[in-house]
C-alpha cells in the first residue's frame, strides 16, 4: 500500500530565505507526482506536476524534484515572502491508467515571518 | 472563467439526517472525485467517477453515495451511516487520457459539521 509521508509537519522561516519541503513515499512505481498549496478553509492549488520520467519542474520561485529510485520528492521555494505562507501538500498518483487516484500526504504548514 | 464550484460552503446536519453537497465544473473534464480532509490526516479518497453513470468507490467509501447522471456535476450524499462526518469536503476533476502530463483541480470546499 502506497504511503506518502511529508516531514517536517510545520516549518517557521523568516523572510527571504531558501526552503526545501520534503516529501517521501515507499512505493516507486508511481506514474506522477504533485505539490499543491491549501490557504486555511479553502481548496486546493497545484503548483507542479512532475511526471514519472521527469527529475524536476521550476515554476517562477519554485523548483520539485523527483528521485523515484529512493522514494523522494523535495520543492524548493526560493527567496521566501509572507504570502507564501500556507500548508504545502504532496500526492502520488497511483500507477494505474485512467483517473487520477491520488495518495496524498499530511502536508507541511510554513510560515513565512517578515 | 473555467473551474469547479462547490456549495454550500458551509453545512450543518443534525444527527441522523442525510444532506447533500454540490459539485459542479466547467473544464469538461471527464473525471471528477470527492475527498475528505481531517486535522492531521490529508486528504482520503471517498469516490470517483471517470465516466456519467459509472464510479467507484475509494477508500472511505462507507456512509456515503455519489450519482453522476452529467459530466459536469457529482453530487455527494452523506448519510446517517456515516459515523463521523464533521470534516471538509474537497470535490476536484481531472482529464482521464492516459497522458502523463495530468493535473488534478480542485473546487474551494464544503465544511460539513454535524450538531
Known amino acids: 500500500k502506497q504511503e506518502v509521508t511529508q516531514i517536517p509537519a510545520a516549518l517557521s522561516v523568516p523572510e527571504g530565505e531558501n526552503l526545501v519541503l520534503n516529501c517521501s513515499f515507499t512505493?516507486?512505481?508511481?506514474?506522477?507526482l504533485q505539490w499543491f498549496r491549501q490557504d486555511p478553509g479553502k481548496g486546493l492549488t497545484s503548483l507542479l506536476l512532475i511526471q514519472s520520467s521527469q527529475r524536476e519542474q521550476t515554476s517562477g520561485r519554485l523548483n520539485a524534484s523527483l528521485d523515484k529510485s529512493s522514494g523522494r520528492s523535495t520543492l524548493y521555494i526560493a527567496a521566501s515572502q509572507p504570502g507564501d505562507s500556507a500548508t504545502y501538500l504532496c500526492?502520488?498518483?497511483?500507477?494505474?491508467?485512467?483517473?487520477?487516484?491520488?495518495?496524498f500526504g499530511q502536508g507541511t504548514r510554513l510560515t513565512i515571518n517578515p | 472563467d473555467g473551474g469547479i464550484t462547490q456549495s454550500p460552503k458551509y453545512l450543518f446536519r443534525k444527527e441522523g439526517q442525510n444532506v447533500t453537497l454540490s459539485c459542479e465544473q466547467n473544464l469538461n473534464h471527464d473525471a471528477m472525485y470527492w475527498y475528505r480532509q481531517d486535522p492531521g490526516q490529508g486528504l482520503r479518497l471517498i469516490y470517483y467517477s471517470q465516466i456519467v453513470n459509472d464510479f467507484q468507490k475509494g477508500d472511505i467509501a462507507e456512509g456515503y453515495s455519489v450519482s453522476r447522471e452529467k459530466k459536469e456535476s457529482f453530487p455527494l450524499t452523506v448519510t446517517s451511516a456515516q459515523k463521523n462526518p464533521t470534516a471538509f469536503y474537497l470535490c476536484a476533476s481531472s482529464w482521464v487520457l492516459d497522458r502523463s502530463y495530468n493535473e488534478q483541480f480542485f473546487g474551494p470546499g464544503t465544511r460539513l459539521t454535524v450538531l
Open positions: 500526492a502520488v498518483k497511483r500507477d494505474v491508467r485512467g483517473a487520477q487516484k491520488l495518495v
Open positions: 512505493d516507486s512505481a508511481i506514474y506522477n
